[in-house]
């Protein structure tokens, strides 16, 4: 499990507390160096499922139309989208070595084109990124067919995390959020059931097909 910060991961902390199996590494997927420095580390560790999971809303604030803050759009892009891309790259070989062969990436229905959510308009910077990760991860998926390398995009309902804690704080209001709880275990399932045949494809926690 890697995070950018581990003396404030709290939770994680705890969590490898309890579980001699969860080890904990530094990482800032902004870092291409560090990501390359931690592969070399697990070079020869076979990897079932490599869980990109970083990513960053960059603020609603940051993105309202005549008042967007362009300086933050290359930040929310190379986390989204970037950062599960050289991922996948620098720990191909563990993943090709292990039983699974999995590369899974957590998107948003943000980033679709014909998602009904598309009507709410907003966080422009954030939508493209997430198109990006969808696409980038679908191509991967022909890029990597011929290695029985399964990816997946996922689409996590809306989890209430630090972020949308933060949002609902400043805005005032409660957003439909679900627990992290429910969404891990929704999407835990999905993971351990994903196919070969179904590389490619953006799905959401309850295993049902999202539309691009």
Same mark, same amino acid.
């Given at each position: 499990?890697?995070?950018?910060?581990?003396?404030?991961?709290?939770?994680?902390?705890?969590?490898?507390?309890?579980?001699?199996?969860?080890?904990?590494?530094?990482?800032?997927?902004?870092?291409?160096?560090?990501?390359?420095?931690?592969?070399?580390?697990?070079?020869?560790?076979? @990897?079932?499922?490599?869980? +990109?999971? %970083? !990513?960053?809303?960059?603020?609603? /604030?940051?993105?309202?139309? *005549?008042?967007?803050? $362009?300086?933050?759009?290359?930040?929310?892009?190379?986390?989204?989208?970037?950062?599960?891309?050289?991922?996948?790259?620098?720990?191909?070989?563990?993943?090709?070595?292990?039983?699974?062969?999995? @590369?899974?990436?957590?998107? +948003?229905? %943000? !980033?679709?084109?014909?998602?009904? /959510?598309?009507?709410?308009? *907003?966080?422009?910077? $954030?939508?493209?990124?997430?198109?990006?990760?969808?696409?980038?991860?679908?191509?991967?998926?022909?890029?990597?067919?011929?290695?029985?390398?399964?990816?997946?995009?996922?689409?996590?309902?809306?989890?209430?995390?630090?972020?949308?804690?933060?949002?609902?704080?400043?805005?005032?209001?409660?957003?439909?959020?679900?627990?992290?709880?429910?969404?891990?275990?929704?999407?835990?399932?999905?993971?351990?059931?994903?196919?070969?045949?179904?590389?490619?494809?953006?799905?959401?926690?309850?295993?049902?097909?999202?539309?691009?």
């Amino acid at each position: 499990a890697t995070c950018r910060n581990p003396s404030k991961a709290d939770a994680l902390n705890a969590l490898a507390a309890e579980d001699p199996n969860v080890t904990i590494e530094e990482l800032d997927v902004l870092e291409h160096g560090e990501i390359d420095a931690l592969a070399q580390k697990y070079e020869g560790q076979p @990897i079932d499922v490599l869980l +990109s999971n %970083a !990513g960053i809303l960059g603020g609603f /604030e940051n993105q309202i139309f *005549g008042q967007l803050n $362009y300086e933050i759009f290359n930040d929310i892009m190379r986390t989204n989208a970037l950062g599960p891309l050289k991922l996948a790259e620098a720990f191909i070989d563990n993943i090709a070595a292990s039983d699974q062969k999995k @590369i899974m990436t957590v998107s +948003s229905t %943000a !980033g679709s084109f014909t998602h009904p /959510e598309i009507n709410m308009g *907003g966080r422009p910077f $954030y939508r493209a990124s997430k198109s990006a990760t969808n696409m980038i991860m679908h191509s991967l998926s022909k890029d990597l067919a011929s290695r029985e390398i399964i990816v997946g995009i996922l689409s996590p309902p809306l989890t209430r995390n630090d972020e949308i804690r933060k949002a609902e704080e400043e805005r005032g209001i409660k957003l439909p959020a679900v627990e992290p709880e429910e969404s891990v275990r929704g999407l835990i399932e999905v993971i351990e059931s994903f196919t070969l045949g179904q590389s490619g494809s953006f799905v959401n926690y309850t295993g049902d097909v999202e539309p691009w």
